[in-house]
């Protein structure tokens, strides 16, 4: 079984609590007044009626009443009466030397209870703030530490964009943004540019990132060789938003061109090169004989081909093919043997020298020693 629920705000910039609206018949922008933790508070219904899951979380509480002309001029009194709350709250603080900020201050309906919000660097020990607070305002009171998105959405400042923050206007919670969704939307990492007034990350990050997700799946890697309707090219860009990416090709004069195409285009362009590829493989073979000459020719080949006489190598005998390989060996031992003849001359300090000459009579060798007549010859001089 479902539930009947109504959202109800107690704030212009707060979060919306669903109650059970029971026999109390509301309607959208009504003023009603709902028991809660605090105690009795005065709230406007901003949902109207519609069914939940019975597992979805509700209230507890119950709405008492419709607001009458009475509450709402009470709850005007209040918010005067939480402007003074302020100037008193701040010379307390500076009397007890405590590093706080005040941002907000609210009543409960009843005057049971005063909440006072604040900000501050670090834990503060303002339990003797407390104590002076009690004594004169005669209630309950309650200090809540807030962060700095807190304290945006108090002051309902303008964003970036020119527009209201959202966290003001319609964001109830918080939702969690990391760096990473700005790189997949491929902003600036600049902190300026993707940073809110709170000094935190954009919450419109998170509003686009199931997005690009969905599309980054069909999206290619930079890098990637693709085929274009003109020819291949190497992914340039990503513009993620638009399902377009730049390529770059290199045309007929080498000169890189970069060109623009969506997803669809390459899509189709890939189908194209596929069915080309198809068809080649169709195409039958051509028959190859064993002399590895095509049998395809035009007959203008076949009849010059026949014009040419054949070529006849000339037959060689045993005898000669063996005469050949004898004259190949001594050419190789003449060789070896000059090589080993050749050595380094030497030089010898002898008096004496031989040598070697042909005779004319007997036709044979003959060795014969000679001085070495130079060396006497500047001797004497040197002596004279």
């Known amino acids: 079984m479902d539930k009947i629920v109504v959202g109800i705000k107690f704030r212009e910039s707060g979060k919306v609590f669903y109650y059970e609206p029971g026999t109390v018949n509301v309607e959208p922008d009504d003023f009603v007044i709902v028991q809660t933790v605090n105690g009795e508070e005065f709230g406007s219904v901003t949902l109207g009626k519609r069914s939940i899951p019975e597992e979805s979380p509700i209230e507890n509480f119950s709405i008492i009443r419709k607001a009458t002309k ?34 907000d201050v609210t009543y409960t309906f009843d005057e049971k209870k005063v909440i006072f919000y604040y900000t501050a660097e670090g834990r503060v020990d303002f339990r003797e703030l407390v104590k002076d607070l009690a004594g004169y305002f005669h209630s309950r009171i309650e200090l809540r530490q807030i962060g700095v998105r807190d304290e945006a959405r108090k002051y309902g400042c303008v964003g970036v964009c020119g527009r209201k ?17 700005a790189k997949d939307q491929n902003l600036s990492l600049n902190s300026t540019k993707i940073s809110g007034i709170c000094g935190r990350l954009l919450c419109c990050l998170k ?24 020819g291949m090219g190497t992914v340039y860009k990503l513009n993620t938003l638009d399902q377009a990416v ?33 068809e080649v493989e169709q195409i039958p073979e051509v028959k190859v004989n064993k002399e590895n000459k095509l049998t395809a020719k035009s007959d203008s080949q076949k009849r010059k081909r026949a014009r040419r006489r054949p070529f006849k190598k000339r037959e060689i005998n045993k005898n000669e093919k ?55 010859r500047r001797r004497a001089k040197h002596r004279s």
């Open 70 to 103: 009475e509450d709402i001029n009470a709850n005007e009194k209040l918010k005067e009466k939480a402007e003074e709350a302020k100037n008193i709250f701040k010379k307390r603080v500076d009397a007890h030397n405590l590093g706080m900020k005040l941002i």
């Open 165 to 181: 923050c959202c966290c003001s206007c319609w964001l109830s919670d918080f939702m969690p943004v990391s760096i990473k969704m």
């Open 207 to 230: 509003y686009e990132e199931d997005y690009y997700e969905e599309v980054s799946q069909k999206m290619p890697n930079i890098g990637d060789e693709l085929m274009t309707p003109i």
């Open 246 to 278: 730049l390529m770059k090709i290199v045309n007929n004069r080498d000169e890189v061109e970069i060109k623009r195409y969506t997803l669809e285009e390459l899509a189709e362009a890939k189908r194209e090169q596929s069915l080309i590829e198809k």
């Open 322 to 376: 063996l005469k050949n390989s004898d004259k190949k060996e001594k050419k190789t031992t003449t060789k070896t043997k000059a090589q080993k003849s050749k050595k380094p001359r030497k030089f010898s300090n002898k008096k004496t020298r031989t040598k070697k000459r042909y005779s004319s009579r007997t036709g044979k060798k003959t060795t014969k020693t000679y001085k070495k007549a130079r060396s006497n």
